[in-house]
């Protein structure tokens, strides 16, 4: 148990290591840009004294190193600055987009996993088969198209056909649950479609990986059922790759939503970040990459620590 | 072969019945007869042994009693009779319902076949409580009890392990326990204790043989070790090439071989080196001298304190079981563990500790073959290119010479050069692959050469030729081996100087006839005492013996 738990901080360690390494990035990429905020939010209006008022407002006439762990304080404290569209907190800002996101990524979620899992375990069970050839098919299309095609399709389908579910995704906090999951059906179902095909296709190849192993010859010599020697037998030991896979498509959900937030008009972070790039709303833009980046950093994170934890041989060692 | 009659079964009721079987293995795109026409009877309680080399089809025939055939392989015609049900027309289900429970299955490596995320109980237990045979809790009371019977240590406990906590006889012993659990009709060993030392090897077969008489289970037993099958089969059925050689009992088989595929087989022990006057040589440097070497993995001293001296034309063979530090040695030697104390010496001068020191030349002059030539060799690589890179890296040859130079070395290892050298290494067979490495090895054109367990997965007749293949390349090029092996036959036949180790430490040294002639440490009259003798009575001769001591 001891050597998981200094696995695990271990790990954890690096994970900061890396986010520290990003925000070094975004800060520096920020700096890089020709002018600097001030020139950006003043356009051609601006003069010599304006600039230099606006640059002591913002703290700009600071060197750069002293900025970036002042700006870096901040952040570590939840606070992310104003942003310069409106003169909001940040986090007050991201607060709600994120939570919207976190619920779409996490209804999608919801569908797609178990879906990918399941489907994945029975293309493995009935491997060659017609059902194994149509589900590959199927979800290869559908992670072939691109997501704003899928998105359309569906809205026609189910929206403007059927009509059985809204074409626009308009939540607002106080939207009730039932309606909120109604109204996000069409991106979670989007969602799912792109990432189910990767989950299950590794599910599938992982298990059948592992149908030529000894021990799951020996299972067959001891007359047990197929679908007993898949789910006990070879499921367990295909955690590592599937659980990989899965974190790399959770932190999709979260990151790679920018598209089917735009096409559903869904009050998501991927929608802030559209529109602050569009506003040169720089400090929006960094810290929704940091959060980006701290999504992407725990859901591998936590896939790695999985897939150490569920290898028997590190789980009881000698 | 209706003249084979089963000496003292004929009273017993036939359990298994075999009647021109046929099995195609699928290769290249076609359908390949592997299996041709095989009659087969087991009764009950009998032990058939199976016994020839590998592609003989042993274990396509020993699975194919539980109705089962690899994937790739189909049954081409022929009949099985399993206690009255025809096992190739029965479905799935049927077949699935004897598995396990009237038919069970013990595999070569234990290892392998257990699953690593279960507990060796839950892999027991699952068998009955899944055929809803007993439930779980009786299914554990029981395996604890066949556990005990075989012998295993802190039977109470030893099933709430996982299969990587215990050690490969223990598995093995499991594994037995495991096939036992619904007192099968038959059990099928294949290869049961081949991946296993001699002194774990013997206390394996002694339990197994035990717990089949006892439960008067019947078996079949299939190996390529002669003197294996020699304890533990009523029977024996000679195979080839998926025929049947010869079949008689066990004693007439062992006293009167008829065919001469049979005798060849029983002679394969009979090589030995040719002697060479080795005290001319003793005043000569040694080639290689390992001096008080001690090296760890990490904090843990694996080797204490080996020495000892490789001769010019000599083999040296390190001997040992799993575990001992045979292999260690080696990596000490070749510099790719440097040791912690002590220094290896080449003709006299201190080698660099770590490889990545050592210059080209030093590098050359000690070269390895390895027990699996499968491993040891790119799969994407033809013999050209094999044997070639030595050539060009060591010796700086052009293009030309290693042609020139790749084809003697060809002929060296008695394989045709226009024949071989555009192969692929899936295009040998496993003794071919082994005289592949031999000749890359011997394109450096070193003094020494580490053998390790070169023949160890080989079969016997093969082993034989790659030995008688060693020793006229030694006495050509006067070649300093070291060899490693667990096979004490294999020392018998080619040694000058053996080097006995246990746990990392040398416990016995000297020349061979030395070493096999009393009186024996304790640690080597173990060894010795365990390798299996062709005699049938020697396990029990040895069983009463070790009864009579305690």
């Known amino acids: 148990m001891l050597s998981i738990i200094r696995l695990i ?127 590959n098919v199927l979800t290869l299309a559908s992670i072939s198209f691109p997501e704003f095609f899928v998105a359309y399709i569906l809205i026609l389908v189910f929206s403007v056909q059927l009509g059985w579910f809204p074409s626009l995704s308009d939540v607002s906090p106080d939207t009730p649950l039932l309606e909120r999951l109604h109204k996000v059906f069409l991106p979670a179902l989007t969602l799912t479609l792109v990432v189910m095909a990767h989950m299950m296709r590794m599910t599938r190849a992982a298990i059948i990986n592992l149908m030529a192993s000894p021990y799951i010859e020996m299972a067959q010599f001891k007359g047990l059922s197929r679908s007993h020697i898949i789910i006990h037998h070879a499921l367990p030991n295909a955690w590592a790759p599937i659980v990989n896979v899965v974190a790399l498509n959770l932190a999709y959900l979260i990151v790679g939503v920018v598209i089917v937030e735009v096409v559903f008009v869904y009050p998501g972070l991927g929608q802030l970040i559209v529109d602050s790039v569009q506003k040169r709303d720089i400090p929006v833009v960094q810290a929704c990459s940091i959060i980006f980046a701290a999504t992407y950093v725990l859901l591998n994170l936590t896939a790695d620590i999985l897939s150490i934890a569920t290898n028997p041989r590190l789980l009881h060692p000698k | 072969m209706a003249n084979n009659t089963p000496a003292a079964n004929d009273d017993h009721e036939v359990l298994l019945e075999m009647r021109d079987l046929r099995i195609d293995g699928r290769r290249d795109d076609q359908w390949h007869e592997i299996i041709k026409g095989i009659d087969l009877t087991l009764h009950r309680g009998e032990v058939l042994g199976l016994i020839g080399e590998s592609g003989a089809g042993k274990s396509t025939l020993g699975i194919a009693a539980m109705g089962y055939v690899k994937p790739g392989c189909r049954f081409s015609g022929g009949r099985i009779t399993f206690d009255g049900i025809d096992m190739l027309t029965a479905s799935e289900e049927k077949k699935q319902a004897l598995r396990g429970v009237r038919i069970a299955y013990v595999a070569q490596s234990a290892a392998a076949s257990f699953n690593p995320a279960h507990k060796l109980i839950d892999q027991f237990a699952e068998i009955p409580v899944q055929h809803h045979k007993s439930s779980k809790a009786e299914a554990y009371a029981d395996a604890k009890d066949l556990y005990s019977k075989l012998q295993l240590p802190e039977p109470e406990q030893i099933g709430f392990r996982y299969p990587h906590q215990v050690s490969g006889g223990q598995l093995q012993r499991a594994m037995t326990a495991m096939a036992m659990s619904c007192r099968p009709d038959l059990i099928i ?110 904090v843990l001293d694996i080797l204490h304190e080996i020495s000892f001296d490789l001769q010019r034309g000599q083999t040296v063979s390190v001997v040992g079981e799993s575990g001992s530090g045979k292999s260690t040695t080696a990596r ?145 090029l006067n070649l300093a081996y070291m060899f490693i092996t667990h096979d004490l036959a294999t020392v018998k036949a080619i040694s000058d100087e053996v080097v006995v180790m246990l746990k990392g430490k040398i416990v016995e040294q000297g020349s061979k006839d030395k070493i096999f002639s009393p009186p024996y440490p304790e640690y080597t009259e173990k060894l010795l005492a365990s390798v299996p003798q062709m005699n049938p009575d020697w396990m029990k001769q040895l069983i009463a013996q070790r009864e009579s001591r305690s």
């Open chain 2, 332 to 476: 000490v030697i070749t510099g790719l563990l440097p040791p912690r104390l002590g220094q290896v010496l080449f003709q006299g001068q201190a080698l660099p500790p770590d490889y990545r020191q050592r210059s080209k030349d030093q590098l050359r002059q000690v070269q390895m073959i390895y027990q699996m030539a499968d491993t040891a060799i790119n799969p994407r690589q033809r013999v050209r290119e094999i044997i070639g890179r030595p050539l060009s890296f060591y010796l700086g040859m052009d293009s030309q010479q290693v042609e020139t130079r790749t084809r003697e070395l060809l002929a060296m290892i008695e394989l045709n050069p226009d024949q071989f050298i555009d192969r692929f290494p899936s295009e040998l067979s496993g003794g071919q692959k082994q005289r592949i490495c031999i000749a890359r090895a011997l394109a450096a054109e070193p003094q020494c050469i580490i053998c390790d367990e070169v023949t160890s997965a080989l079969d016997q007749l093969v082993a034989e030729g790659i030995l008688r293949l060693l020793d006229r390349l030694q006495r050509e």
């Open chain 2, 189 to 298: 060993f294949d290869e049961p204790t081949t991946a296993l030392d001699v002194t774990t090897q013997i206390e394996v077969l002694m339990t197994m043989k035990d717990i089949v008489e006892q439960f008067n289970t019947a078996a079949i037993y299939i190996t390529h070790d002669l003197a294996v099958v020699a304890q533990m089969a009523d029977r024996i059925m000679v195979l080839r090439y998926g025929e049947l050689v010869e079949e008689a009992p066990t004693r007439v088989m062992l006293a009167n071989p008829k065919q001469a595929y049979t005798k060849s087989l029983w002679a394969v022990r009979s090589f030995r080196k040719t002697s060479v006057l080795k005290t001319q040589q003793q005043a000569t440097q040694p080639i290689i001298s390992v001096q008080n070497v001690t090296a760890a993995y990490g």
């Open chain 1, 9 to 135: 901080l271990e790990r954890l360690g690096l994970g900061v290591l890396v986010l520290f390494a990003v925000s070094l990035i975004i800060f520096l990429g920020v700096e890089l840009l020709p002018g600097d905020l001030c020139q950006a939010l003043q356009g051609q209006s601006a003069t010599e004294s304006t600039l230099a008022a606006c640059r002591k407002e913002l703290g700009l006439e600071q060197s750069a190193p002293t900025r970036y762990f002042h700006w870096l304080a901040n952040i570590a404290q939840g606070d992310f600055g104003k942003s310069l569209a409106n003169g909001r907190e940040i986090s007050e800002l991201i607060g709600v987009r994120l939570a919207n996101t976190f619920f779409l990524a996490l209804v999608a979620a919801v569908i797609a996993v178990p879906l990918s899992l399941i489907l994945g375990i029975l293309a493995a069970l009935y491997r060659n088969s017609w059902f194994d050839r149509s589900i």
